[in-house]
């Protein structure tokens, strides 16, 4: 099993930028695949950004394509999620995830962190 803890959300202006970090612990951390995930109000989890085993894939919605990136560091059993140009349309509650897969849908993801939140103001 592995548990992880998410970090770094808050409060930010539309345009501006926000790291979310998260760090896990217990089985080793390269046996993972990482992911970040987000329920905004009223709407179901949605995918948002995967990296792979070793950080040589990743995969990002369409929405969020080019504005975020993630990054894992496994020495550190660390995964980032570098969000910028934020819109109010990303606010919602965002999880950082862990899986013997690498898949998109959020129902594949086996451990998953408390959430941390992030609004986006007008």
């Known amino acids: 099993q592995v548990q992880v803890v998410e970090s770094g959300g808050g409060l930010v202006q539309a345009g501006g930028s926000l790291r979310l970090s998260c760090a896990a612990s217990?089985?080793?951390?390269?046996?993972?695949?990482m992911g970040w995930f987000r329920q905004g109000p009223g709407k179901e989890r949605e995918f948002v950004a995967i990296?792979?085993?070793?950080?040589?894939?990743?995969m990002y919605a369409d929405s969020v394509k080019g504005r975020f990136t993630i990054v894992r560091n496994n020495g550190k059993s660390t995964v980032d999620l570098h969000m910028t140009n934020l819109k109010p349309e990303d606010t919602a509650v965002y999880y950082c995830?862990?899986?013997?897969?690498?898949?998109?849908?959020?129902?594949?993801?086996?451990?998953w962190g408390q959430g941390t939140q992030v609004t986006v103001s007008s």
């Open positions: 995830a862990a899986s013997r897969l690498f898949l998109v849908a959020p129902t594949t993801w086996e451990y």
């Open positions: 217990g089985d080793t951390f390269g046996n993972y695949a």
């Open positions: 990296i792979s085993w070793r950080g040589e894939r990743t």
